[in-house]
């Protein structure tokens, strides 16, 4: 249930597996990431969010790695469950304004119980 | 502690038409920015407002234009809606810019 490198549009992962979700920026001057989550019905919801001059981020759970050489971003979930199927995004930014973000392609993690 | 809030949930238009759409941030927020999302796709940001000002705007045509009230929240109009307008409309408020922002449900709209 992982994919790592490539983005997938949908990743599907049995519930206790680990999930990688990725994410490629356009951006090389981009130095702040978010991930959301968004639920069928909802908004957006944050996340996790790293800067540039970190390489690695970790949260309850999650964990975001950076690589600004290839401009790549990967949201890694542990013990994955259920109640984390949704669409993920990943939003890049020009300095510290999340309020102008750009955002990414989503990817969809269904979680087979 | 009310989250951001958006009204109307659902909207019916037709091309060529107006619409309003409006959004309370979250207790303690004072900006507020707004997106667009297709079917499908990662939103679009269309405008920041910052202390009643349009601080920072996307690739919007000036059909879409907003405003922000003294209580901090904010309205998007769009006029001579297009077929193509049909989409979730996001607001998000933050602590001005530099905070975690925090997305509303949203507006559906249809434009028929």
């Known amino acids: 249930g992982e994919s790592v490198g490539l983005h997938l549009p949908t990743l599907s992962v049995q519930e206790g597996d680990n999930s990688i979700i990725n994410c490629a920026y356009s951006?090389?001057?981009?130095?702040?990431f978010i991930w959301y989550k968004q639920e069928s019905g909802k908004g957006p919801q944050f996340i996790i969010d790293i800067r540039s001059n970190m390489d690695k981020r970790q949260g309850q759970r999650v964990t975001v790695l950076l690589n600004k050489t290839v401009k790549h971003l990967s949201l890694q979930i542990a013990a994955t469950q259920p109640g984390d199927s949704a669409v993920y995004f990943c939003a890049e930014n020009i300095g510290t304004n999340a309020g102008k973000s750009t955002f990414g392609d989503g990817t969809t993690l269904t979680v087979k119980p | 502690d009310a989250g951001v809030t958006q009204s109307p949930t659902h909207l019916i238009k037709t091309r060529g038409q107006q619409v309003t759409l409006r959004c309370s941030p979250k207790?303690?927020?004072?900006?507020v920015s707004w997106y667009q999302q297709a079917l499908g796709q990662g939103p679009q940001f269309i405008f920041q407002?910052?202390?009643?000002?349009?601080?920072q705007r996307g690739n919007f045509p000036d059909r879409f234009s907003g405003h922000q009230f003294p209580n901090y929240s904010s309205e998007l109009n769009v006029n001579a809606l297009l077929l193509g307008d049909s989409a979730l409309y996001l607001c998000?408020?933050?602590?001005?810019?530099?905070?975690?922002?925090?997305f509303g449900p949203g507006t559906r709209l249809l434009v028929l």
């Open positions: 998000a408020s933050s602590l001005k810019w530099e905070e975690t922002q925090y």
């Open positions: 407002y910052y202390e009643e000002e349009e601080r």
């Open positions: 951006n090389s001057a981009s130095d702040y």
């Open positions: 207790s303690g927020h004072d900006t």
